[in-house]
């Protein structure tokens, strides 16, 4: 059983989308060692971005780029299946979405099993990009961990972009040293985020 990482409180507006910028490349000179399926995964703390901030949860934490307008939202106002989100909001429409799911399906004990829930979870009309098996900073082996980099496009529903605009993601799932299954997402318009901030974005984890 998998629960939809979506279901938040509208946000006010609902006026066309305006052009997003591309982020700075420059964040990828700060990818860690760890993850993106080339370290070592033998740090302890991934590095975060400078200019980012850092979503914290029981399970682990992630990095989110605050100088490009994403901010962390209010537990009250996410949707209770996320454990953590930050947004990315122009003129009322929701362009961009980091949220980390926790124990968000059952019977899953290793990495490839929360990979294939969390993907069955992406929704129909999603092109898979690759997949690969990757190394988070964190304790061993919770480290272990399974990328998956799609497109879809938008359903113009929850103050999304308009319906077929063209959107891009990664998630990244994985067990944590309790056993508890986690997925960590960024999902935004095509364009917006480059290969190298999205290998910035799964650099930036730590698992607990």
Request: glycine content about 14%; proline content about 5%.
């Amino acid at each position: 059983m998998t629960r939809g990482p979506f279901g938040e409180r509208r946000l006010a507006g609902g006026r066309r989308l305006r052009g997003t910028a591309v982020l700075g490349l420059a964040l990828a000179l700060t990818l860690p060692l760890t993850g993106c399926g080339s370290g070592s995964g033998t740090e302890e703390t991934a590095r975060v971005p400078e200019g980012w901030s850092t979503l914290h949860t029981d399970s682990l934490s992630v990095g989110y780029p605050k100088d490009q307008g994403y901010a962390e939202q209010p537990a009250d106002e996410r949707s209770r299946n996320n454990a953590a989100v930050a947004l990315k909001v122009e003129d009322g429409i929701r362009t961009g979405m980091v949220s980390v799911q926790l124990d968000f399906a059952t019977g899953v004990s290793d990495a490839a099993g929360a990979a294939a829930a969390a993907g069955a979870g992406i929704g129909l009309g999603t092109t898979r990009r690759s997949t690969e098996d990757i190394r988070l900073a964190g304790p061993s082996p919770a480290r272990e961990a399974r990328r998956i980099d799609y497109d879809f496009t938008a359903d113009g529903k929850e103050n999304t972009p308009n319906r077929g605009t063209p959107m891009t993601g990664v998630l990244v799932a994985g067990v944590d040293s309790a056993g508890v299954p986690f997925v960590v997402r960024l999902n935004a318009v095509k364009g917006a985020v480059g290969e190298g901030e999205l290998d910035a974005f799964v650099g930036s984890i730590t698992v607990k």
